[in-house]
């Protein structure tokens, strides 16, 4: 399994980027595809998450802001951010969880289910 991040960067206070993760060697039942971040000296937080079923959950802090969504003909899962804060400077991991449950660990935004892991990339938003 791979996921390989791209789209990071930097930019201002109010600005927006697009995330990707292209993501092979998955199988096509793998239930919950998600974004985490760690900010510097910080534990690493859940941001979104869709499961097989298409429901999506965020974090408080980046609801309305943040979309997250995925073309599975291109097996490649997508994080819109806008009305970037500098608080959301992180670096923006990739994560599968390949066998999952509804109201598990997808749904809480958990880093313990998921299996496999990107490099990461980093985002910084200045003032």
């Known amino acids: 399994v791979r996921l390989v991040e791209s789209g990071g960067g930097s930019v201002q206070r109010g600005g927006s980027l697009r995330l990707s993760c292209a993501a092979s060697?998955?199988?096509?039942?793998?239930?919950?595809m998600a974004w985490f971040r760690q900010a510097p000296g910080k534990e690493r937080e859940g941001v979104a998450a869709i499961d097989i079923d298409g429901t999506t959950n965020y974090a408080d802090s980046v609801k309305g802001r943040f979309t997250i969504s995925q073309d599975n003909a291109k097996n490649t899962l997508y994080l819109q951010m806008n009305s970037l804060k500098p608080e959301d400077t992180a670096t923006y991991y990739c994560a599968a969880e390949e066998e999952g449950y509804s109201g598990g660990y997808c749904s809480k935004l958990s880093s313990v289910g998921m299996d496999h892991w990107g490099k990461g990339i980093l985002v910084t938003i200045s003032s």
């Open positions: 060697g998955l199988r096509d039942s793998t239930y919950c």
